[in-house]
Each structure stands twice: as structure tokens, then as C-alpha cells.
């Protein structure tokens, strides 16, 4: 019968940002451990609180199924002597094996014929693989960082402390270092003392919520979320809706209680994003906020416990966020003394890279960046770009983003308004780090769009000269991000640009410093890398990677062109015309394809039907080049579709390859030109 | 509870769990961890429990006496645990608990944090400990000191005895706290705090400090080489210390600053690599237990 299977690996603390992932490989884990065993199961639920990670697979079969073996022995050759007898080899082979040597089988290995003893092994009951196999899964668990305690080898993110495995009503055992499964699970840190019985899997369910621990990290949300809602609306308010913070708080506590803090409204003179993220990034409270959208002086804290003694937290907790509002004050008055321009001067002080200046270096390139951008695109006036490039960076030297490093661009936009800069710059200095994360806002201003665009090129560039690259999981300087906003931006803002002439600009801002790479090995890289990017952006936009690879390898450096010209091809693949489209391009290209010579000698054709292709080449052309300037790819798409009929009279009426080398030349020539009309817009070899 | 008798706690609480009671060490250092007793003795095979107050030093954190919760001089309460005890979080609660701090009527949480400390070439996993949101204590498993590789791995715990102290006698200024009755911090911290924070930001002398740095550096090289080992470590503290001026000074442009810390950290490998080999000459005279001995010299042999 089959039985259902729990394990609960007992830890301290686990890191809270680990846990989504960790449950998921322990789920996988389980799956594939269990497949790979043989065992059939059901269900798989995980479960993780800061102090265990737990599974529970439903319906394991009871024994493995049985499983044929298959040993090779020896060479045919060899197994018999010389008259077709078994010899001592294969004698010795089928002993090993225990099997009659009249059971081997002769089978073919790469052209050997080899004895082969195939043995039926029966499956062994689950209870007796099991604790193997849990331990392998518990030791092939990885971690972003792990470690080892006290004397022991074994790695995990922090110590084991317990483990409880149950299969039906059995106590599954097995060790790891000096812990031993065995029934007894742990309650809640601080609400329950020492090992609790446990005897199955639904009296371990019952056992840890009597001892205050809600192992299901959904319902722990779920809890979570209703008492911050219920607490703020208390308080007159309501709390900050933030995903990220729910599901850390949801990991790093076992019985969630919420409660209401207050802090001084005096401290509301300072910027909200500098309260936010004091509240969230420091003490992971829920901001409130009143009707209007405005925060209140209070805040949603979640207690890892009860009620009890609910009003000594609060006050902690009150105290600590004061002392940290109070420096956040402090530093803002401070830092508003000074002006955006008299912080700039500093920046000839802290380096951008060890290899690629300073931050004032930084600035002056991205003036001259900017103002380059600008011309390209038309966007935004040469003062003020100048203006926001020379302050941008200001900001890094203010106590406030000192102190909280994530504030940056915000301060600076606050600074700056502060500094009676104009509204444009200020704008621009905010907008010149976006996006800042996957799925942020992108720079919505003319100053800010051409400001983040320098700000990017000429962080890829410098890196990409000196040999700073993402590899794997290690990209310290963030260069996928910025690569990817670059796309971002040129596509969302329509932005004609030649990418190729950007970063070339941009590697000539780095021409006082002494650089790995040449110019044109360093763009090329570069240009390689964003081409990736964009190519996640069109699969993710949901074109086929093969229409992408087609327009891809006819590779235009301006963004936006490829982009149109990549979702009209995909729009077109669709259409009824495809069909004659493709027939064309493979008449045309196949037998052209070595060909080099668009050239054709007009008096040796014979046929009418190659004079009438002859004839219509010239206006096809034009037609063509005009709707390739006008973008209308479509257009081009369908005028090369509608050759079909002329081209099939072609083929029927004449042979490409004859004896009459002018002629053939002729007749290649043709079909070489019709083919290039169509690799001016992309690799049509390459659709399938 | 006093400030005083805070430390007499935790001194009877640590002592009663086999710790040695040790006194501060006396050359100028920036966190308990680099008292000879932590960085050395958490290398090599042997046991080792010891429980010390450390008055630490961070000379950029000095505020002029002016900032209630910074300070360029407190002080920490050490404690390693060599090798790491299974129960060693139940023992910190039970500190706790001795200290007037019940858990079950506060929040107390672990909270993720690596420690790594570049100058010395170390880095453990742990927590932070939060009591109500404060961060009280630093917790750490070491796994690796000098460069090299803990085994076996002890815990440390760092207790932050001001805010423990402000959080017990419910102070809004570290100079409130009440040290014996009618004495507060600022009567014995206050006016160094304020003459520290002169001397570290306007008056140390650069080339003073660094032609210091320059001839401890040497002196710790060379003493190294004659295999006098806590000697050559005084050394890299004062080199770490001078270091850390230097910062406060502004005296350390960015490219410097790696320069140096690498420096520092070239010492502390050094004087760990020459620790490690003297204890084991020395044949680990804290290596008691007979079994134990044998088990770690098999292991040893096989590496």
C-alpha cells in the first residue's frame, strides 16, 4: 500500500532570501531522487519557516519497481574456445553473475559481439531505500553561501539541528554528523521548549500548530498581510502593498503578530522614499499611508510570536526606528546646506573603477556623451544635458545616500531642487539610473532618456575595454542590466540610433586611460552583447528565434529599424503569401548561392521569361530600396512574394546551369540579384 | 542594571559555562575578533572558551561626543565557543535571560549577515540578533581566519554592551547610561570621546602616521621571521590601527585604501600561517582529550 513520506530538517535561522528557491530545488529534489529510485509518489508539498525546511510526499509506492540489470561480460570471441564450448572466461563470467551460462545472451557493442547476463532484480521496499536517499537529497542541497560548525564536514546554509523523517507511521533513521532521525520535531523558538513527540505525519501537522509554528508559508502570508491590513486601517490608514517585503517578513518569523508603532511627525520633514526605506530595507515595516496617499507617522510591525507582552516590542521597536529617523534628519539637514554643485567637487575624489578614473572623470564623459546623444536623437537641450551630466553623480557624496546607498538619483533630484537647479535637470539626474531593476520605470523625460542612455553606454564601454565582462552567475558591475535598459529605452522611446556609433563615441571617452582592448574589439563585444539582449527582449515579446536569427544576422545597428523589421517579418510569416515568398527566396537563393556577380549580359538571354525577369529587375529594385527607407518592410515583403509566377515560367521554361558559360553567368546573375533583394532585409535560410 | 553589573553577568554567566574570563588585550584594535584571543585561537585543532570585554576603536565613527548612538571608542562583549556547542543559540538566550531579557516577551530575531573582515583575510556566516528591532549582537560561525580554513569552526558572539545597556535602562543617549549609581558613560567617556574625535579627524599627524605604519609593517615582517608570534601580531593590529586613522584622517585616497588593506592582510596571513605552525610544534597542549587528539591527527596526516 502506498504510504505518504514527511522529512523536516531542523536548522537555525535560515536566511530568509534563500527559502523561495530552497523549496523549490527540495521539491525537484524529491521528484527526481524518488523517479531516479524508482519509487512512484503523488503529490510533493515543501514547506520552510526560519527554522525548517520540510516536505511532504504523498502516496510513495511501497516497493521499488523491479528493474532489469544489464551486465556485459566478455568478448564472444573469447567466452568460447575454439570448439564452440564455453570457455573458462565465459564460465567465470556467468558464475559471477550467478546466472546458468545457457541464460547469457550474445549482444552487438559497436560492431563486438559481447556475452550479456540480463538479470531481473526485484525492487526493494521503499522503508529500506529510503533513509539513503533522503540523505543524499539533504546533502545535494545548495545554498548561495554555506558553511560548516563545530567539527563536521557537512555543508548547509546554517546548522542542522534535528531531522524527522516519517514514512506511514514509521520513524525513518539515518545520520547526519552527529544528529540522528528520530520522532521528534522542535516547536516554536521562544513558545515551546524542548523535543515534542511526534508519531505521524498528521500528529506532526497538529504538534507544531499547538506549538505555535504555521509551517505553510502561503498561510503565514496570507496571515501576515490580513493583520498589516487589519493594524493600519486601525491606526486610520493603509499599508504599503509590497510583495518583496511580505514574503521576507513571511521567512523570518514562525507565528506572525502584527502591531501599530508611532513615531514623531517631526520626522516627516524629511523626503518619504528616506522613511520608506528606513522602514522597509532597516527594520521591515509596512509604511502607512492616509487616504490621500501620504504617509502617516506610523508603521506595521510583525513580531515573531503572540500578543503577549505586545506592548514592550512595540516600544523597542518604536525606539530604534526614532534613533535611525533622527540621523536620517540629521543627515538631510546637513546635506541641505550644501549645494548639488559644492557635493560635485568631491567626486574628483572617489574613483568610478580603479582602472577607469574618477566620478568627476565620469561626468566630464558623460557631457560629452550626452551632448552626442543628444544631436542623434534631437532629444533634449545641450545646456541642460550638460548640467544634469556634470551633477549627476553629486548625490554619492551626500551623508544621506552614504547612509543608505539605494537612495541614490532620488536625493540627488531632491538636492537639486533644493540647489534651484531647473526642474529638467533635477529630473534628469533622478532618471539617469533607470530602470534600476528588472521591471522598473524607465526615464520618461527628453534630458533623462539621453542622460541614462550616456550613462550606460559609457559604463559598458569602459568595463568592456578593460576586460570586464559578465560570465555565469558573476556580473558585479550589473553590465546585463544596463545593457538590457539600453534596449529597453531605444525601443520604448522609438529611438533611432546607430548603436555602433554610440559606443565608439563612448570608448573615445576613455581616451586618456590606458585600455585593454581596442576600439573596434571592445565595440564588437559590446555590440554582441546587447544583440543577446534584444534577442531575449523578442522572444520574450513572443517572436520565433527563428524569424530573430533570419533578421539578426543582417544586423542593423539601429535598434528600433531591426525591432520593426523583425515583427513585420513575424506578422508576414503568417500571411498567405509566405508561401510564394519562401518558394521565391528558395529558387533564387539555392542555386545562387555561390554566386557572387550580380551582373547580367542582356543579349545572350533567350527565353521570354528570363528577358521578363531581366526586364523587371531595375523597377523592382527601386521599389524595393524605397520601401526598405520607408521602413514598410511589409510592402518589400509582398512585392518579392508576387514574383512567384514569373519565377516558376522561368525554372519551367529554361535551365540555370547549361554548357553556355555566358548564358549560365547571365541567368546566375538573375537569380543573384533577386537573392540579394532578399538578404537586404534578413537571412530568409534561416526560417523554418 | 548598571553598566557595571551588566559585564559582571555576563562574566558570571560565561565563566559558569567553562569560558576563560580574559582581560581586554592591550594594543588598540577595532573589534573583539582581533584580541589574540579570537583571531589566533580560532585557528588550529584546539578547544578553546573564552569570554573578554573589548574596548574597541573605530576612529571614523567618532562624532564629538555629539551623536547619542556613535561612539569612536565602546565597547564588546567577546565570547568563542571552540568548537561550536549544538546548543550554542539556547546558551546566548540563556545570557540573555540572566541580563533581565526574557525572550518570550520581546521579539528576538537571527537575521542573516555574513561577517567579513578584509584586513584580517576572515569571514563566518551568522546573524545579526535583534532584540525589538535593535541589533544587539553579531553571531558568527568562523570559517576562515588569516586565509585559512576554520576546523574546528567556533562560534562567536559580540554582544553591543551600550545598546544592551541603553535598551535595559531605557537611555535615548549611549551618555545616559548609568555606569555605577550616580556615575553615567559621559562621566568616563565623554571628554575623550570629544578629544578623540579632534585628534582622529583634524590633528594626527599623516606623515607621522604614515612612516608608523611604514616601520610597524616592518617590524612585523621581520619579527614573524624569528617565528615570535604574538609579537609580529601586535604589529599588524598597530598597523590596522594607524590603517584605520589614516581613513579617519582622509588621508587614504580609493586606490590607496585597497593598497593597504591588503597590506594588512599580508600580515595577519603571515602571522596565522606562523601560529598554526608553533602550535603545532608545540604538539597542541590544549588538544586534552586522547581521542580527540588521535582523530584530528589522522585527520591532519590524511590531508
Redo the contacts between chains.
Keep these: 500500500m502506498a504510504q505518504d513520506l514527511l522529512l523536516e530538517i531542523g536548522v537555525e535561522e535560515m536566511p530568509s532570501a534563500y527559502m523561495p528557491r530552497v523549496l523549490k530545488d527540495l521539491k525537484d529534489l524529491a521528484r527526481n531522487n524518488l523517479a531516479e529510485a524508482r519509487l512512484s509518489c503523488g503529490e510533493v508539498l515543501t514547506w520552510g519557516t526560519p527554522r525548517r525546511l520540510c516536505f511532504w510526499v504523498k502516496e510513495i509506492s511501497e516497493e521499488q519497481e523491479d528493474s532489469l540489470v544489464e551486465n556485459r561480460g566478455p568478448k564472444k570471441s573469447i567466452a568460447f574456445d575454439a570448439g564452440g564450448n564455453p570457455s573458462k572466461a565465459g564460465l567465470g563470467f556467468a558464475r559471477g553473475q550467478g546466472v546458468d551460462f545457457r541464460e547469457l545472451q550474445i549482444r552487438e557493442v559497436g560492431g563486438v559481439e559481447y556475452l550479456f547476463a540480463i538479470k531481473k532484480e526485484k525492487g526493494q521496499a521503499a522503508e529500506q531505500i529510503l533513509p539513503g536517499l533522503l540523505l543524499k537529497l539533504i546533502h545535494s542541497l545548495s545554498f548561495p553561501k554555506s558553511m560548516t560548525w563545530s567539527y563536521y564536514q557537512t555543508r548547509f546554509a546554517r546548522p542542522i539541528r534535528w531531522l524527522l523523517a516519517i514514512l506511514g507511521d514509521k520513524i525513518l533513521e539515518f545520520n547526519i554528523e552527529n544528529i540522528k532521525s528520530a520522532g521528534y520535531t522542535y516547536g516554536h523558538r521562544f513558545l515551546s521548549t524542548g523535543a515534542l513527540p511526534v508519531s505521524s505525519i498528521d500528529d506532526y501537522f497538529r504538534v507544531l500548530r499547538k506549538h505555535y509554528v504555521i509551517l505553510d508559508q502561503a498561510e503565514r502570508k496570507k496571515m501576515i498581510w490580513q493583520q498589516v491590513q487589519k493594524v493600519a486601517a486601525e491606526a486610520g490608514g493603509k499599508a504599503m502593498e509590497n510583495e518583496e517585503l511580505l514574503e521576507e517578513v513571511a521567512f523570518l518569523v514562525e507565528f506572525p503578530t502584527a502591531f501599530y508603532g508611532e513615531f514623531s511627525p517631526s520626522y516627516l520633514a524629511v523626503p518619504p522614499e528616506v522613511l520608506t526605506t528606513s522602514m522597509i530595507e532597516h527594520q521591515r515595516y509596512f509604511p502607512v499611508y492616509n487616504n490621500e496617499g501620504r504617509l502617516l507617522p506610523g508603521f506595521v510591525g510583525v513580531r515573531n510570536g503572540t500578543d503577549y507582552c505586545l506592548d514592550i516590542v512595540r516600544a523597542g521597536n518604536e525606539r530604534v526606528l526614532k534613533a535611525r529617523l533622527e540621523d536620517a534628519l540629521f543627515f538631510w539637514n546637513e546635506d541641505s546646506r550644501k549645494s548639488l554643485e559644492e557635493m560635485s567637487a568631491k567626486l574628483k575624489d572617489v574613483l568610478f573603477h580603479e582602472r577607469l578614473g574618477t566620478l568627476a572623470d565620469k561626468g566630464l564623459r558623460l557631457q560629452e556623451l550626452a551632448l552626442f546623444i543628444g544631436r542623434e536623437t534631437g532629444l533634449g537641450q545641450p545646456e541642460k544635458l550638460q548640467r544634469s551630466a556634470l551633477l549627476c553623480k553629486a548625490d554619492l557624496m551626500s551623508n544621506m545616500v552614504y547612509e543608505f546607498p539605494e537612495l541614490q538619483g532620488i536625493m540627488g533630484r531632491y538636492y537639486a531642487a533644493g540647489s534651484a537647479e531647473e526642474p529638467e535637470v533635477a529630473e534628469a539626474i533622478f532618471e539617469h539610473y533607470l530602470p534600476r531593476f528588472a521591471g522598473d520605470k524607465l526615464p520618461a523625460s527628453a534630458a533623462g532618456i539621453v542622460l541614462s542612455l550616456a550613462e550606460k553606454a559609457d559604463s559598458l564601454a569602459g568595463c568592456f575595454a578593460i576586460g570586464i565582462k559578465p560570465s555565469g552567475s558573476q556580473d558585479p558591475y550589473a553590465l546585463r542590466r544596463q545593457a538590457l535598459g539600453t534596449v529597453n529605452i531605444i525601443l520604448d522611446k522609438k529611438l533611432s540610433i546607430d548603436l555602433k556609433l554610440l559606443f565608439e563615441q563612448a570608448y573615445l571617452g576613455y581616451k586618456d586611460i590606458d585600455l585593454e582592448k581596442s576600439r573596434e574589439d571592445s565595440v564588437k563585444e559590446l555590440l554582441d552583447f546587447v544583440y543577446q539582449r534584444m534577442r531575449g527582449v523578442l522572444l520574450d515579446s513572443g517572436i520565433s528565434y527563428d524569424v530573430i536569427d533570419a533578421a539578426l544576422s543582417q544586423p542593423s545597428f539601429d535598434l528600433f529599424e531591426t525591432y520593426n523589421r523583425v515583427f513585420e517579418l513575424q506578422e508576414f510569416k503568417k500571411s498567405p503569401l509566405f508561401a510564394d515568398f519562401m518558394v521565391v527566396y528558395n529558387r533564387a537563393h539555392n542555386l545562387s548561392r555561390k554566386w557572387e556577380s550580380e551582373e547580367i549580359d542582356p543579349d545572350v538571354l533567350l527565353d521570354e521569361s528570363e528577358k521578363n525577369l531581366y526586364q523587371k529587375l531595375p523597377g523592382l529594385q527601386q521599389e524595393i530600396k524605397t520601401s526598405l527607407i520607408a521602413q514598410d518592410y511589409t510592402r518589400a515583403l509582398e512585392l518579392l512574394a508576387a514574383l512567384r509566377a514569373d519565377i516558376d515560367q522561368f525554372f519551367t521554361a529554361v535551365m540555370v546551369m547549361v554548357d553556355d558559360e555566358k548564358l549560365k553567368a547571365a541567368r546566375l546573375g538573375i537569380l543573384k540579384a533577386i537573392a540579394n533583394l532578399f538578404n537586404s532585409m534578413a537571412d530568409f535560410s534561416k526560417i523554418v | 542594571m548598571n553598566f557595571q553589573e551588566l559585564i559582571l553577568r555576563l562574566h558570571n554567566f560565561w565563566g559558569q559555562q567553562g569560558c576563560i574570563i580574559q582581560q581586554p588585550y592591550d594594543v588598540e584594535k577595532g573589534a573583539g575578533t582581533m584580541n589574540p584571543a579570537t583571531f589566533l585561537r580560532a585557528l588550529g585543532p584546539e578547544p578553546w572558551k573564552v569570554a573578554y570585554v573589548e574596548p574597541s576603536r573605530r576612529p571614523t565613527d567618532g562624532r564629538y561626543g555629539e ?3 556613535r561612539l569612536q571608542h565602546y565597547y564588546q562583549y567577546q565570547v568563542i565557543l571552540k ?4 546548543n550554542v ?1 539556547d546558551l546566548y538566550l540563556a545570557s540573555l535571560r540572566d541580563l533581565g531579557i526574557e ?10 549577515d ?1 561577517w567579513e573582515s578584509p584586513t584580517l583575510g576572515a569571514w ?2 551568522g ?1 545579526e540578533i535583534w ?4 541589533e544587539i549582537t553579531q553571531f558568527t ?1 568562523f ?1 576562515q581566519c588569516g586565509g585559512f580554513d576554520c ?3 567556533s ?1 562567536e558572539i559580540t554582544y553591543g554592551l551600550e545598546r544592551i545597556a541603553m ?1 535595559i535602562q531605557n537611555k ?1 543617549s549611549v551618555f545616559d547610561i548609568e555606569w555605577v549609581d550616580g556615575i553615567s558613560y559621559a562621566d568616563v567617556h565623554h571628554q575623550a570621546e570629544v578629544d578623540y574625535s579632534h585628534y582622529n579627524f583634524e590633528a594626527a599627524d599623516v606623515g607621522a602616521l604614515t612612516s608608523m605604519f611604514n616601520i610597524c609593517e616592518e617590524e612585523a615582517v621581520r619579527v614573524a621571521e624569528r617565528q615570535l608570534v604574538q609579537p609580529a601580531y601586535d604589529y599588524v593590529l598597530k598597523c590596522s590601527h594607524l590603517f584605520n586613522l589614516l581613513d579617519a584622517r582622509g588621508a587614504i ?3 590607496e585604501r ?1 593598497a593597504y588593506i591588503g597590506r594588512v592582510r599580508n600580515l595577519a596571513r603571515m602571522v596565522a600561517r606562523e601560529y598554526l605552525e608553533q602550535r603545532k610544534r608545540l604538539n597542541y597542549p590544549l588538544l586534552k582529550d586522547e581521542n580527540l587528539r588521535k582523530q584530528l591527527i589522522i585527520a591532519e596526516e590524511v590531508l
Excluded at chain 2, 568548537?83 to 549544538?86: A, H, R, Y
Design positions: 551623536n547619542p548612538n568548537p561550536s556547542p549544538d543559540i525572550a518570550e516577551k520581546h521579539d528576538i530575531r537571527l537575521v542573516e555574513n563566518g556566516l546573524w532584540l525589538d528591532g535593535m560561525y570559517q576546523l574546528p569552526v562560534a535598551y535615548e585616497s580609493v586606490t585597497t
